[in-house]
């Protein structure tokens, strides 16, 4: 994932000036909240979010995947 270096906020900041996180998220589409100087949280404009506008068999195929990375060791024990 690309991040606009425009679009980063600190923890701090975003707990101080929410209303300036969500101005960014409007503008630029996402926010991106860093904590400890590393991309933590994720504010997403639902009206301009191309990450929700998948099916939800897509939504299945993705979350498999990502199971099956994580897991592979136990699955492939399993299958012995």
Known sequence: MTID???IVSMTEANQNFSRVTRIAE???QAVIF???RPK???LDLDNAPLLDITDEEKIDIAAARILKRYLPAF???AK
Do not use: I, P, R, S
């Open 5 to 7: 270096t425009n679009a």
């Open 27 to 29: 503008q630029k589409g």
């Open 35 to 37: 904590k400890n100087n």
């Open 41 to 43: 949280y994720l504010l």
């Open 76 to 78: 492939q024990e399993l």
